[in-house]
């Protein structure tokens, strides 16, 4: 099991940019796969980025604004959201796979809204 803490999440207007970071318990070079997840209100939990072996895969309504990044020194995964529309409105949630066990973090809230 792997212990994910999200942060940077906020309130913003549409059209500025946030980092959200994700710290885990483990090295990250002992992790298979690591991702953000988001949950809009009253919708299902989607792929937002992920990142495994150095390649990573994009949902197609952020491909070009968001990036995915990670700081192996610190164990952290971020995503770089730019150009954020009030559609990026979620709970996003850190994910990582290890071992095959899947774990997950506490989410935090971004909210875009003019």
């Known amino acids: 099991q792997v212990h994910l803490v999200e942060s940077g999440g906020g309130l913003v207007q549409p059209g500025v940019s946030l980092r959200l970071s994700c710290a885990a318990s483990?090295?990250?070079?002992?992790?298979?796969?690591m991702g953000w997840y988001r949950q809009p209100p009253g919708k299902q939990r989607e792929l937002v980025a992920r990142?495994?072996?150095?390649?990573?895969e994009y949902a197609d309504s952020v491909k070009g604004r968001f990036t995915i990044s990670t700081d192996n020194a610190k164990n952290t995964v971020y995503l770089q959201m730019n150009s954020l529309k009030p559609e990026d409105t979620a709970v996003y949630y850190c994910?990582?796979?290890?071992?095959?066990?899947?774990?997950w973090g506490q989410g935090t809230q971004v909210t875009v809204s003019s």
């Open positions: 483990r090295s990250i070079f002992s992790i298979n796969t």
């Open positions: 994910n990582a796979v290890r071992q095959g066990t899947i774990s």
């Open positions: 990142i495994s072996g150095g390649f990573t």
